[in-house]
T-cell receptor, first 117, second 116 residues
């Protein structure tokens, strides 16, 4: 079955450490996204990529980095510069969004929960 | 500023009763509107969307939503709630006509609790 796989499901980090969250999709989608979810705050966009080797900052990119070397993969690194990294992280993908097709539906992974010790 | 509001943090409904989860938006132009559902510790699942046309949109699991342009609302409804409908529901909007691709604006979510 096609879908998005996020790993690990749970991750613990010590302060000062960088951690990388994996996101892999087999839906042949061009666009991929990373969201952060905090209780009562909805979803906030961290980074997005419309095509391989290109990505853009979202609303809360500070302290995060991404790469898009393959169409199927969009890993997120939470760096030590992110002061409050404890959150639930969601990866999503969709067909490439053009101005005339903004109604593309996002498919989400099951999420990764990061806790800073 | 463009935004989406879900005015209720939680909605409580008895099983078998109709349910409504409210959503209002403030965006420029004609928006694309979505509802997603999230079960505990899972990703979001798409329920339905409004692009254009009929104001009443039917989606998955018996849910429907009504687009009201004059009230800038897109409330989610179901005629008869099930205990299994208990989850977190998100309204999202994307302004039409270009701009940042894929940058959906999400509401803060409404927790639906359906009691037997």
């Amino acid at each position: 079955d096609g879908g998005i796989t996020q790993s690990p499901k749970y991750l613990f980090r010590k302060e000062g450490q960088n951690v990388t969250l994996s996101c892999e999709q087999n839906l042949n989608h061009d666009a991929m996204y990373w969201y952060r979810q905090d209780p009562g705050q909805g979803l906030r966009l961290i980074y997005y990529s419309q095509i391989v080797n290109d990505f853009q900052k979202g609303d809360i990119a500070e302290g995060y980095s991404v790469s898009r070397e393959k169409k199927e993969s969009f890993p997120l690194t939470v760096t030590s510069a992110q002061k409050n990294p404890t959150a639930f992280y969601l990866c999503a993908s969709s067909k490439r969004t053009w101005a005339s097709s903004g109604a593309n539906v996002l498919t989400f992974g099951a999420g990764s929960r990061l806790t800073v010790l | 500023a463009q935004s989406v509001a879900q005015p209720e943090d939680q909605v409580n409904v008895a099983e078998g009763n109709p349910l409504t989860v409210k959503c209002t938006y403030s965006v420029s132009g004609n928006p694309y509107l979505f509802w997603y559902v999230q079960y505990p510790n899972r990703g979001l699942q798409f329920l339905l969307k409004y692009i254009t046309g009929d104001n009443l949109v039917k989606g998955s699991y018996g849910f429907e939503a009504e687009f009201n342009k004059s009230q800038t609302s897109f409330h989610l409804k179901k005629p008869s709630a099930l205990v299994s409908d208990s989850a977190l529901y998100f309204c999202a909007v994307r302004p039409s006509g270009g701009g940042s691709q894929g940058n959906l604006i999400f509401g803060k979510g409404t927790k639906l609790s359906v009691k037997p």
